[in-house]
């Protein structure tokens, strides 16, 4: 169905709010554990690789669907191609969102809890002097973090079934400039601190000998799960732009936002890590020990630190509405008068599937499914195998189903660039992407 019409107001007003949608925990919270996981600087090097090029091919793809057919992921695919089953590509990308959301919102319900906390003070100065156990005795307060996940999916739904338009576009223009200043001043203090070089050698200096083929699975992911690609999310805000919008420049735009957002995000954890004696490879907690850690340091650290919180609460639920708007808009069938009643019975669903994720971290802690917990099974299904399979079959669509002159007229509206660039990008979509990320899948699979 049609989108009602409905524009954005600028494009600055776009490209921040698809940006608001890419940045969020991925850069921030998910990068620097797992890059602290997987080696350090070598993963960084592949993740940076396959976001400058794979991530922005298909980041323009996605626009090209979008745009051309002003309609939702799901209606998009039936416009290019109807009477077939290529719309499957759109439900997947429901489907993907849903799950990813339910464990998503877990750790937005961290960071408003850490938030709330912070404004007391009790963040920079914990009785223990310890920030790991003091993460550890958050988050096994299961009425704490559960009352957060909730809170956290309320203010969601609370701001998507109003129609997020305005109220996501205003917002991310204020506040994503604000985040971006704030991280500066973190940096600065992170790398000031004895023995911070250690940190900035193991997150900007490669050591190849610890790349797996799982590494290269994981950069992957990690490079679809920052730019919310493969899941349609960028069809559907693209679908409200003008004609008169140049795709190519709002698209290195958003990338050029997103990773300069995680090069910061590493250059204020790994320090930090290293400084304070901690261990990179810590997992999902990361960020929760290391942060307060740096914030502890600095003068007036607790009011920058519930400011940080503040500002990254804000990244996680502008991501956070997208994940839920693509939901809703899906299955409301563009139908205003179900928005509401969608946006409260699939977020609350949505909060219902995350509370195992949740209680990973506390009674479901030994719950183990093939060797690991609920969280990071999930977070592994949603984040290396669902948004690189919806990338991968975006990839074959889009130069399968549409044609190259469309392509190419779409691609190139209101750019001064020439068809030499048309080239590189129709090559990239056509073989290097779905290649690349086919090989990833058999190498994992121990196929290749
Ligand atoms: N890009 C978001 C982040 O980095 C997460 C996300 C993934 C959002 C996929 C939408 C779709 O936090």
Do not use: C
Not at 189 to 202: C, I
Not at 218 to 240: H, R
Not at 404 to 431: D, H, M, P
């Amino acid at each position: 169905m049609a989108n009602r019409g409905e524009q954005w107001s600028s494009k600055i007003g776009f490209i921040l709010a698809a940006a608001g949608s890419a940045i969020g925990l991925g850069a921030i919270w998910r990068l620097p554990y797992v890059a602290g996981t997987n080696g350090g600087g070598a993963f960084f090097v592949i993740f940076l690789l396959f976001t400058l090029l794979l991530g922005t091919t298909l980041l323009l793809a996605e626009f090209v669907i979008g745009r051309r057919t002003n309609k939702n992921a799901i209606q998009a695919y039936k416009e290019i191609a109807p009477n077939s089953l290529w719309h499957g590509i759109g439900i997947l990308g429901v489907v993907t969102s849903f799950l990813l959301l339910s464990f998503y919102s877990v750790v937005g319900g961290w960071i408003l809890t850490y938030f709330i906390r912070s404004l007391t003070g009790g963040l920079t100065d914990p009785a223990t002097g310890d920030f790991g156990e003091l993460f550890g005795s958050i988050i096994s307060n299961h009425w704490e973090v559960g009352a957060a996940h909730l809170g956290f999916m309320l203010i969601t739904i609370l701001i998507v079934q109003g129609g997020i338009q305005k109220g996501i576009e205003r917002a991310s223009t204020l506040m994503m400039p604000l985040l971006f200043i704030l991280f500066l001043i973190l940096v600065i203090r992170s790398l000031t601190l004895e023995g911070a070089m250690e940190g900035v050698t193991f997150f900007l200096q490669p050591d190849w000998s610890e790349v797996t083929s799982e590494t290269i699975l994981f950069a992957l992911g990690q490079a679809f799960f920052s730019l919310s690609l493969g899941v349609s999310i960028m069809v559907t805000y693209s679908s409200y732009l003008s004609k008169k919008d140049d795709l190519v420049r709002s698209a290195t735009s958003i990338v050029g936002l997103s990773v300069f957002i995680a090069v910061l995000a590493g250059l204020a954890i790994f320090p930090g890590v290293f400084a304070f004696g901690l261990e990179p490879d810590e997992g999902p907690s990361l960020i929760f020990t290391v942060l307060p850690a740096v914030f502890s340091e600095m003068a007036f650290g607790s009011v920058f630190l519930s400011m940080f919180l503040a500002l990254l609460l804000f990244a996680t639920l502008t991501s956070a509405f997208s994940l839920l708007e693509i939901v809703v808009a899906t299955t409301s069938k563009s139908d205003p008068a179900k928005r509401k009643k969608m946006a409260w019975s699939m977020g609350l669903i949505i909060f219902l599937i995350g509370i195992p994720s949740n209680l990973s971290f506390g009674l479901l802690g030994e719950w183990l499914i093939f060797g690991d917990t609920f969280f990071n099974q999930l977070d592994f299904l949603v984040s290396n195998i669902l948004l690189p399979l919806g990338a991968l079959l975006i990839s074959i669509f889009v130069p399968l189903k549409m044609s190259k002159s469309a392509l190419q007229e779409e691609l190139l509206r209101s750019s001064n660039l020439g068809s030499g660039f048309f080239q590189v990008w129709f090559i990239t979509i056509r073989y290097i992407a779905p290649i690349a990320i086919a090989i990833a899948f058999l190498n994992v699979l121990g196929i290749l």
